[in-house]
């Protein structure tokens, strides 16, 4: 299916969909797609040659994309049901394959490095692959977010029985399809219940995930799943120690198998960051990497776009936009803002993602945001969603048990902090839906009135 010279993408503009279109244009095939929204990312790719179009429309498909025995399609499991286009495909009886499934075919023709998790597989395989990139080893990635060091998702090499580093996601299961020679695991917290029903059947994906790794798995510290540990405690395989922060960053030793690098300094703010370095630190040492190749790695890592994301960083006045969208990644993202800046006022603008994440993780969505010193809550992104019965951005408002909140609409946002402006203050856009949208012109109201 995938060596035909015509690919096209049902959902061209999701980040896990936008990567495969640009492996496929990387080795000459003709690619087009749909997206319902055109983004930059989209825009970025009509740039590097790809037919985009934005309208559920079969006469807006390209013509020679409409040769059956030449086209394969590849779809994402978040278009509906009805969608027209993935309709016409399926009747016609055209070759039609999940993005999981591509993704997992093209790993088998490399040794492939998997990261996963629900919370901080993004940045580790970003990291992971920028480690090897920066020590002059040719590796494909497919990662999750783009890369801030190269501005991309994805980069390919001629040679294709490289390294293949991709992020795994445990989204309808699609990271059972990659069957991975390495693999890290960063955390399996209840997520994704739409489609899990409960945590437990989640947790018992994730340990098929692991029994498919063939190399031993690198796991952080607090989970019960077998392989090489890595985290800060003391037993950890793999133990970054000495943490502490200078000048608004942190700098760790970290304690392996391969020796003891020391004085590491983080390309990225926050603990948790420090613990994603370990373990992108831990695979890549066991698959070659050096320790002194690691270190300067980890030290000119800029990161990921929208993932702790600086937008303003004067002492007067912080602006940072992250993609937290689960009570664990906000209390991640806070305990971190709180260290960082222990002085500062922190404010907090957060749009829920998905009505259903809402009401699964209601309470910890309040608990989690009362430790803001303000809320400003935006309404539920709906994505693949319809409205559910009683749960909304006020009830979740209701819950949350601090004095400085209140709900807003974009518009009203840029007015509040137009007329709102404090001295040694921390301001963070949190979510995961359209909230980037906010960014510029909140960034352009905070530096200039």
């Known amino acids: 299916m995938l060596d035909k010279e015509n690919i096209y993408f049902i959902g061209i503009g999701g980040i896990g969909m936008s990567a495969l279109a640009r492996y496929f244009k990387n080795r000459g095939k003709n690619v087009a797609g749909y997206d319902r929204v055109r983004t930059a990312l989209c825009q970025q790719l009509e740039t590097e040659g790809m037919n985009l179009h934005y309208e559920d429309d ?47 075919q093209i790993a088998q023709t490399h040794t492939c490095l998997a990261v996963a998790g629900t919370h901080g597989k993004t940045t580790t395989s970003t990291l992971l692959a920028h480690l090897f990139r920066d020590a002059n080893q040719e590796v494909t990635a497919f990662l999750g977010g783009l890369s801030v060091n190269y501005q991309t998702n994805f980069w390919g090499g001629e040679d294709l029985k490289n390294l293949l580093i991709a992020e795994a996601d445990e989204f309808d299961r699609s990271f059972l399809q990659l069957q991975p020679s390495g693999a890290i695991i960063t955390s399996m917290d209840a997520d994704h219940l739409d489609i899990y029903g409960n945590s437990e059947e989640l947790q018992k994906t994730f340990r098929d995930f692991a029994r498919s790794i063939q190399q031993t798995p690198i796991i952080q510290d607090q989970l019960d799943l077998p392989g090489q540990k890595y985290g800060f405690t003391e037993s950890a395989d793999f133990q970054a120690t000495n943490i502490r922060v200078e ?70 006045l912080v602006y940072i936009d992250d993609y937290a969208h689960h009570p664990a990644e906000i209390n991640a993202l806070l305990t971190s803002v709180r260290e960082l800046y222990p002085d500062h006022k922190i404010t907090g603008i957060f749009q829920p993602h998905l009505y259903s994440r809402t009401r699964d993780f209601m309470d910890g969505f309040a608990q989690s945001l009362a430790k803001l010193d303000e809320l400003i809550l935006m309404d539920i992104y709906a994505a693949r969603e319809k409205p559910l019965p009683g749960i909304n951005a006020g009830v979740l408002l209701e819950k949350t048990d601090i004095v400085a909140k209140q709900h ?26 359209d909230i980037d949208q906010l960014v510029r012109p909140l960034k352009m109201v905070l530096l200039n009135g």
């Open 58 to 104: 079969l006469e807006q498909i390209p013509e020679s994309f409409k040769k059956k025995a030449k086209t394969t399609v590849i779809y994402t499991p978040a278009i509906p049901a009805e969608h027209a286009e993935l309709n016409f495909f399926r009747k016609k009886g055209y070759d039609l394959i999940k993005r999981a499934n591509a993704l997992g």
């Open 247 to 316: 000048e608004h960053s942190y700098r760790f030793d970290l304690v392996t198998p391969y020796g003891l690098i020391e004085n590491i300094k983080s390309g990225l703010p926050g603990r948790h960051n420090v613990e994603n370095a370990v373990g992108a630190a831990a695979l890549a040492l066991e698959y070659g990497l050096k320790p002194e190749q690691v270190k300067a790695g980890i030290e000119n890592f800029k990161g990921v776009k929208r993932r702790f994301e600086y937008h303003i960083k004067t002492d007067r």
């Open 408 to 433: 807003l609409s974009t518009t009203d946002i840029l007015t509040h902090f137009r007329e709102n402006r404090r001295k040694k203050q921390v301001i963070l856009t949190i979510g995961a839906g």
